[in-house]
């Protein structure tokens, strides 16, 4: 869910980009994407024997030509083998509606590590305002974003075209303004760079907010029994956001099919059900199904407890950059479930946690004092 987004924004002046400097391969390869899949919503489905499906888990039912060349493109990408260098860099996107309350705690947090990140900023109602040099000129162009909408969706898309505009770009992550870095900045790009995984939550929620969210018109592409649920803020390796914008096949069910108010009681939210649903479907071995932005449901509302200043100590911080388990809140029986899985990272348990959220602005003095401490917790 998108913080504090809970009307519509209307974005001021836009900031328009240019396409120039798009990399030549990336244009290529993503017109001879769109090109395929195009041709391919051309024709009528037509039913074809499914043997050319047997990389999948099993589906008896006969798969659509617009599926088979969906996933033979995946596939395709897929075999691609990560291409990292001493100039690789983490993309770290941020969707937001305006300023960024932490930017001087993430300021500290990159400093000393120029060239081995760059920065995004989708701002959805107003320009920010900066005062960090790293985050200056770094909006892309961004359009509004409606809570529990598409257009959430559309700006991550948006955010990940962007950067992938830069070959350097290995990892992508995507924070919010209320999230904070729990590491130092080393242990941060190691953790991601050189994990086999992406790291998007994804797990069945049999309840009202997970698997009754499913909608009929989504089949026959998407199964009841194939539907799940993640946290929007993901990580995500360059493969994996290359597919994303491959992807219009399953995108379009959600955009059609998922949203409050389609269908009577299923306030269906795409940016919780896509992405996790979508990555489940076609790669599930690539994902590691708990995400590292730590995040509190205890309170069991709409929204996860937003911490402020006096709830913050050290004690607390070093107690979620060590956590182990995951857990995932399930809409099951009257007060919810939750499931709960050990962090596993390439085969061993670590910390699960790179970022946390929520924050309130009145905490930066605060993190901005244990920062030094409490990243030097684990190394
Ligand atoms: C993630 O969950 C899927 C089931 O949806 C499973 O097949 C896959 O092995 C899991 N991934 C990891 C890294 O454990
Ligand atoms: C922190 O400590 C409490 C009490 O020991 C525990 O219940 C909780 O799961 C811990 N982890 C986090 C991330 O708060
Ligand atoms: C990631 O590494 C672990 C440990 O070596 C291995 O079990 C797992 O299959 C690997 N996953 C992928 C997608 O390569
Ligand atoms: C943080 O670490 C510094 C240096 O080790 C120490 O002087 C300071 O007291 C610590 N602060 C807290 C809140 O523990």
């Not at 974005?11 to 120039?20: A, D, F, M, V």
């Not at 000393?112 to 909006?139: A, C, L, Q, T, W």
């Not at 790179?354 to 030097?376: G, M």
Request: one cysteine or more; charged letters at 20%.
């Amino acid at each position: 869910m998108v913080e504090a987004q809970k009307k519509n924004y209307h974005q001021g002046p836009r900031h328009h980009h240019t396409s120039l400097k798009k990399p030549l391969w990336l244009v290529l390869t993503v017109s001879v994407f769109s090109m395929l899949l195009i041709c391919t919503h051309m024709m009528p489905p037509r039913h074809r024997k499914s043997s050319s499906s047997s990389w999948l888990p099993v589906h008896v039912r006969k798969l659509s030509d617009e599926e088979v060349a969906a996933r033979t493109v995946v596939r395709d990408i897929l075999k691609t083998p990560p291409f990292l260098t001493s100039s690789s860099k983490i993309a770290f996107l941020f969707l937001t509606p305006g300023t960024l309350p932490f930017e001087k705690l993430w300021d500290k947090f990159f400093t000393g590590h120029e060239g081995k990140f760059s920065i995004y900023i989708h701002p959805s109602n107003e320009r920010p305002v900066h005062i960090s040099s790293h985050f200056s000129d770094r909006e892309i162009y961004s359009d509004e974003v409606t809570w529990g909408r598409i257009s959430v969706v559309d700006a991550e898309k948006r955010l990940l075209v962007s950067a992938l505009e830069d070959p350097d770009n290995q990892h992508f992550v995507l924070l919010s303004e209320s999230c904070i870095p729990l590491h130092t900045f080393d242990y941060t790009y190691r953790y991601l760079l050189y994990a086999n995984v992406s790291f998007i939550e994804s797990f069945v929620d049999p309840g009202p907010h997970g698997t009754g969210r499913h909608m009929e018109h989504m089949l026959p592409e998407i199964a009841r029994e194939d539907f799940r649920k993640g946290a929007q803020w993901f990580t995500m390796k360059r493969q994996h956001a290359v597919i994303v914008m491959a992807d219009s096949l399953y995108y379009s069910k959600f955009r059609e099919y998922c949203g409050p108010g389609i269908e009577a009681y299923k306030d269906c939210i795409a940016d919780e059900h896509y992405l996790p649903t979508f990555f489940s479907m076609i790669d599930p071995m690539g994902i590691s199904n708990w995400s590292v932005t730590y995040v509190d449901w205890s309170e069991r509302r709409w929204h996860p407890k937003t911490y402020t200043a006096n709830e913050i100590s050290l004690h607390f911080m070093k107690n979620v950059t060590t956590e182990e388990m995951s857990i995932h809140g399930t809409s099951v029986g009257e007060h919810g479930d939750e499931l709960h899985w050990p962090c596993t990272w390439n085969g061993i348990t670590r910390p699960c946690y790179l970022f946390a959220r929520k924050f309130h602005p009145d905490a930066l003095d605060t993190l901005l004092n244990l920062f030094p401490n409490y990243t030097s917790t684990v190394v």
